[in-house]
């Protein structure tokens, strides 16, 4: 296989109105009124405090629903791709195929150990009564109801094999074919060319599409306003956002 591999982050969403989750209004800035964000997003959270993270996850949904595919998803759309993004932008463009690395807020797995592969089923999100919309506390609590969480001990608590847990991947979880790791491995090693688009090159993936790049000296780009500075000669440099290269 011979491919050009496209890795896309939060920038290429900012052109559909999305905030970058490290930017002023991001995701990963504003957090909850008793949690940063990086306390949030994590299974942790999830198994002690689910009303709590859902309502966040809930929130960020409806952030994000009626928010359009923007001309660089298109453009990606019959490219091979991998995005940090878990808006579902690229399949709304049309992508059949793309790796959605981190997860899609529009989907759900029931919850268990990490490495169990599971069957993504719709979100239902869209399930809960607009009555609660205004209501923290009643929204919680359909929340909880919706994504089957019982009560134990007194307390609400996610259940294996029965409680519905967001497929995103969490701060505290690893990498695992729930999120097609392998596969993505696979292009990575395989390709031709990789093209970064909209990426600070913060998470894991990026770190390991670099490395795999370096150890087998394939040619990398990097789309980006203001791209991070790189020591790898086999590297060009695109100082602009991922509207005008699909322009070029």
């Known amino acids: 296989m011979n491919d050009l591999l496209y890795i ?58 009626n928010i359009k595919p923007n001309k660089t998803h298109y453009w990606l759309s019959d490219k091979r791709l991998i995005t940090q993004n878990i808006d579902g932008l690229d399949r ?3 992508n059949k195929n793309y790796i959605a690395i981190h997860g899609s807020i529009d989907k759900l797995v029931i919850f268990d150990d990490q490495e169990v592969i599971q069957k993504p089923i719709d979100a239902k999100w869209d399930e809960i009564d607009s009555e609660c919309l205004n209501d923290d506390l009643k929204l919680k609590k359909a929340l909880l109801e ?30 695992t074919e729930n999120f097609r790791f392998n596969e993505s491995l696979s292009w990575m090693e395989n390709c031709s060319k990789m093209i970064f688009m909209g990426t600070s090159f913060s998470v894991n993936i990026t770190n390991i599409a670099l490395e795999i ?12 306003p203001d791209p991070i500075e790189i020591q790898y000669p086999n590297i060009e440099y695109h100082k602009m956002n991922a509207s005008e290269y699909c322009n070029k």
């Open 146 to 175: 919706k994504f089957k969480i019982p009560i134990k001990n007194s307390e609400y608590t996610p259940e294996k094999g029965v409680s519905y847990k967001p497929l995103v991947l969490l701060f505290d979880e690893i990498y």
């Open 92 to 94: 709304k463009a049309g």
């Open 213 to 224: 790049a370096i150890e087998k000296n394939i040619p990398i780009e990097i789309v980006d």
């Open 8 to 65: 896309t982050g939060a920038g290429v969403s900012a052109e559909s109105g999305i905030p970058t989750f490290r930017g002023a209004d991001g995701f990963w800035t504003v957090g909850s009124i008793n949690y940063t964000p990086q306390e949030m997003a994590t299974r942790n959270m999830y198994e002690n405090n689910p009303g709590e993270f859902l309502l966040w996850y809930f929130k960020r949904f409806i952030s994000l629903k």
